[in-house]
C-alpha cells in the first residue's frame, strides 16, 4: 500500500525566514498532490493543488514543487508569519477524488 | 455558500456499542469522504460515497459502515466499538465531476471510547 511521510519534528523557524517542508511517498503514482493546514480542534482547509505533469505552483507566499522522480514535494512558505504556525498535511490524489494523507509536519514561526 | 457541518462535536461511547455520526455536506458537492485521525496522526481514509454509492473504501473492517442521502449528506455507522476506535473523525465533501476538485473538511466530532 502506499506510504506517505512527512517529517514528524516540529519545524521552529523565525518570523521573517522562509519555510520548507517536505513530503515523500512510495508505491504509488499519484494523478496529483495537494497540501492542506489544520489548526488545533479544526478541520484540514485545503490550500494548493499541484497535478503530476507540473513542477511547480504559486499562490501568494506559497510554492509547491512536485518531483515524480524523486516522489517529492517540497511546501514552502516565504516570509513566514507567526500566524502560519499550524500543522501541514500533504495528500496524494487519485482520479477519483481519493486522498491519502501523511501525518502532517508542525511548523511554528516565532516573532 | 454552507460550508460542511459535523455533528455531533463531542461523543463518548462504551466498548460493545453502536455509533452513528452526521456530515451535511457543503451545496453543490456530491462526494462525501469520511477520515480518521488519531491524535497526531493524519487523517485516513475510511471510505467515499459518490451520488449515493460507496466508491473506495480504505484499510478498515465491515463494522464501519456508510449511507449518504439524496441531499448528498453522509452518515458514518461504527458498530462494536473498541477503544482503539477512540478519535477525530472528519467528514470531508468535494465535487468529483469536477477534476481535481480539494476536498472541503468539516471540524470532526471527536469520539471517546471508554
Known amino acids: 500500500s502506499q506510504k506517505i511521510e512527512q517529517n514528524s519534528e516540529a519545524l521552529n523557524i523565525q518570523e521573517g525566514k522562509t519555510a520548507t517542508l517536505t513530503c515523500n511517498y512510495t508505491?504509488?503514482?499519484?494523478?496529483?498532490l495537494q497540501w492542506y493546514r489544520q489548526d488545533p480542534g479544526r478541520g484540514p482547509v485545503f490550500l494548493l493543488l499541484?497535478?503530476?505533469?507540473?513542477k511547480e505552483k504559486r499562490k501568494e507566499r506559497l510554492k509547491v514543487t512536485f518531483d515524480t522522480t524523486l516522489k517529492q514535494s517540497l511546501f514552502h512558505i516565504t516570509a513566514s508569519q507567526p500566524a502560519d504556525s499550524a500543522t501541514y498535511l500533504c495528500?496524494?490524489?487519485?482520479?477519483?477524488?481519493?486522498?491519502?494523507f501523511g501525518s502532517g509536519t508542525k511548523l511554528n514561526v516565532k516573532p | 455558500e454552507t460550508g460542511v457541518t459535523q455533528s455531533p462535536t463531542h461523543l463518548i461511547k462504551t466498548r460493545g456499542q453502536q455509533v452513528t455520526l452526521r456530515c451535511s455536506s457543503q451545496s453543490g458537492h456530491n462526494t462525501v469522504s469520511w477520515y480518521q485521525q488519531a491524535l497526531g496522526q493524519g487523517p485516513q481514509f475510511i471510505f467515499q460515497?459518490?451520488?449515493?454509492?460507496?466508491?473506495g473504501r480504505g484499510n478498515f473492517p465491515p463494522r464501519f459502515s456508510g449511507l449518504q442521502f439524496p441531499n448528498y449528506s453522509s452518515e458514518l455507522n461504527v458498530n462494536a466499538l473498541e477503544l482503539d476506535d477512540s478519535a477525530l473523525y472528519l467528514c470531508a465533501s468535494s465535487d468529483r465531476d469536477r477534476y481535481n476538485s480539494p476536498l472541503h473538511f468539516g471540524n470532526g466530532t471527536r469520539l471517546t471510547v471508554t
Open positions: 460515497y459518490y451520488r449515493e454509492e460507496e466508491n
Open positions: 495528500a496524494l490524489g487519485d482520479n477519483f477524488n481519493t486522498f491519502y
Open positions: 508505491n504509488y503514482s499519484p494523478a496529483y
Open positions: 499541484i497535478r503530476e505533469n507540473e
